[in-house]
């Protein structure tokens, strides 16, 4: 009798452990924006080679049914590819410049894609539109996508909150501890949705040069994108540059910088934006090596809020195969050079640290 009630309890664990594996509940979850094929393939890879260590892991690439880009692409890729756990979601509701700062058609889907995730990414793309942070566009701002902005905006807004409307409730003061992490035009996201504004063109603004040429010939640590790609245009060529970066001390960054023994560790950077006026709550943790560049912002309240201007999240870095042509005829590798100055221990310890808050975190229970 107490053998069959033994095995009547080990089959009802099991069945347990099961359907919770098929429910995704013995998973962590990521949202990540703008699921094109490349930001999939990095995701992808990184996890497979435990740059982010996070077991199990669930991916959902979110994206809003009226941007400009094509995602029919990524479908087909993961059709043909497989990735274990990555999935799609298209968010039918439209925004509108208007709707941005309030509850809008998209309100309920950002609240459940935070209540059933553990973290959400935002990634790199194009500019801002000015109207989205209440300002005249600069002629050297280039808006492809629209759409794209007012829907990350709007969801980066849900999840902080900001000055532009500051009767709205967050999501996450339900949750203070969940992870969002925003990478380039992610950060300036970040920012905008905050309240804040951004510098339109670093060349100009900050620097008062106006060509490619003159760009070309400021210190490496001035520069943010290359200039000899617009000024080669050849196929492949490397559009970004690394440059070095200076921690705000007692800033989340520098805790991970001061791990990896390299204070400046170089950085890739492929930006002509920046943060103008900060956002509300938002705390400088990193700045160009000269200081006119804001490099890293870390919320003040939601310490797990964090936004840097660099990218930490292409794969190509991890990669000692790939490399990259600079100008006609020189080749370089981007895990050579960092490794060379010391700066990749800096990237991996960014994705472990953000790996163990991952495992770490908990969904409340419904």
């Known amino acids: 009798m107490k053998r069959i009630t033994f095995v009547i309890k080990a ?51 979110v994206y809003s049914a009226h941007e ?5 692409e990524s479908e087909k890729y993961l059709v043909q590819h497989q990735p274990v756990n990555y999935h799609l979601q298209k968010v039918e509701g439209e925004i509108l410049p208007e709707d941005i700062y309030r509850e809008n ?7 459940k894609l935070f209540e059933e995730s553990d973290a959400i990414l935002f990634f790199g793309g194009p500019d801002i539109p000015a109207v989205v942070y209440g300002e005249k566009q600069n002629l050297l701002t280039v808006v492809t996508d629209p759409n794209r902005h007012y829907f990350e905006t709007s969801f980066f807004f849900h999840l902080i909150g900001g000055s532009k409307n500051r009767a709205f409730r967050p999501l996450l003061s339900d949750r203070p501890e969940y992870i969002v992490r925003g990478f380039c035009l992610g950060m300036q996201t ?13 060349p100009t603004e900050c620097y008062n040069k106006s060509t490619l040429e003159e760009t070309s010939e400021l210190p490496l640590n001035n520069q943010h994108r290359s200039s000899m790609a617009p000024l080669y245009p050849l196929e492949n060529l490397f559009g970004g ?8 001390k007692g800033g989340y960054l520098e805790e991970i910088s001061g791990k990896s023994e390299n204070l400046f560790p170089q950085v890739l950077s492929a930006h002509h934006q920046a943060v103008g006026q900060k ?7 990193a ?19 964090v936004g840097v201007q660099f990218h930490p999240e292409p794969a190509s870095l991890y990669q000692p195969e790939t490399v990259f042509t600079t100008v006609p005829g020189k ?32 969904r409340p229970e419904k």
């Open 279 to 285: 956002g509300a709550a938002l705390d400088v943790i």
């Open 287 to 305: 700045t160009s090596m000269d200081g006119k560049v804001v490099e890293g912002l870390m919320h003040s309240l939601y310490k797990n809020v």
């Open 331 to 362: 080749m370089f590798s981007p895990n050579q050079l960092l490794k060379e100055s010391n700066s990749l221990s800096f990237h991996k310890l960014f994705w472990k640290d953000f790996s163990e808050k991952v495992l770490k975190s908990k």
């Open 105 to 111: 058609s998209c309100t309920a889907v950002f609240r």
């Open 68 to 72: 400009a880009d094509d995602y029919s």
């Open 11 to 61: 089959f009802f664990l099991f069945f347990l452990i099961v359907f919770s594996a098929l429910k995704g509940e013995s998973q962590h979850r990521l949202v990540l924006l703008n699921p094109t094929v490349s930001n999939i393939e990095s995701m992808v890879w990184m996890i497979e080679n435990k740059v982010i260590d996070i077991p199990g892991v669930e991916l959902l690439g």
């Open 190 to 202: 970040m920012n905008v949705a905050a309240g804040g504004t951004l510098v339109q063109d670093i």
């Open 241 to 248: 540059i690394f440059h070095q970066i200076r921690m705000t």
